[in-house]
């Protein structure tokens, strides 16, 4: 798999990644593309060369399969809710779900059915993906090598497109209600006329208002990113030390790491509820 521990905390962390080489690419055997097509890139060279529309085949694979897996678990449930003593998985879809349902109610004061359930999704979602990073960090990776994938990550969260992707939709949202609620009048008021309520100050509102509504993505997606990016860092870090010095350290970690999963995905679906509930706010 890897020769030093460098090349194998590299390969750990290379996406899967599918992606256009023009003809005439040499690739990491000597072989030249003849002509221009897609391919899976065999190095993280070929990965960065296949420039930004790229696809990471593995985020987008675990990421989906475990949106399914939210969304069949709770249906599951809901076809099979009983009013008496619940099962395992009911209790667990049900704290959640009363969780979340006690976030919106005491972050969000519109009206808006599409609050709660986007919170709920967004909170299992983060939390299914960031688990993943419990599963032995060679276990999948060598499963992949088996099928021929050189590279293979499990974890979305790791991967800062999967972050973005998330944050960017949650900004999209809170642009477009703003928009919805206040009107194009009332949301350029608000933008102009924050936090210094005077018409003079208005270019410095704006200057002020708009970077705050840029940063807020970007906040969102690195934070839940660098998080969980450095607890992966940490798993193949102890993956390299002998043996007998692995379980000493992995268990201790893995079990911290159970604190960090479920605390990132709460932070991202607070600011989300707390964002929109701004997004709702009329002045």
Known sequence: MAGTPVEYIKHH?????????EAGYER???SVVSETGWTFARTSQEASDMGFMAFHVDTLGWSIAMGVLFL???????????????GGLQNL???SFEFIDGLVRDGFHGRNPLIAPLALTIFVWILLMSALDLVPVDFIPVLAQAMGLEYFKIVPTVDPNAT???????FILTIFYSFKV?????????LGMNPFN????????????????????FSLALRLFGNIYASEVVFILIALLPFWA???????????HLLIIPLQAFIFTMLTIVYLAQAHEEH
Do not use: C
């Open 182 to 190: 206040k009107g194009v009048s009332g949301f350029a008021k608000e």
């Open 198 to 217: 005077h018409w003079a100050l208005i270019p410095v509102n704006l200057v002020l208002e708009i970077l705050v509504m840029i940063v807020r993505p």
């Open 246 to 256: 692995q379980w000493s350290l992995s268990v201790p970690w893995a079990i911290f």
């Open 93 to 95: 879809a049900e704290i």
């Open 72 to 86: 069949g678990l709770f249906r599951f449930v809901a076809t099979r809710v009983t009013t008496g003593v619940p």
């Open 164 to 170: 973005f992707g998330i944050s960017i939709g949650v």
């Open 28 to 30: 990491f055997d000597g």
């Open 13 to 21: 962390l290379q996406n899967l990644t599918y992606g256009k080489l």
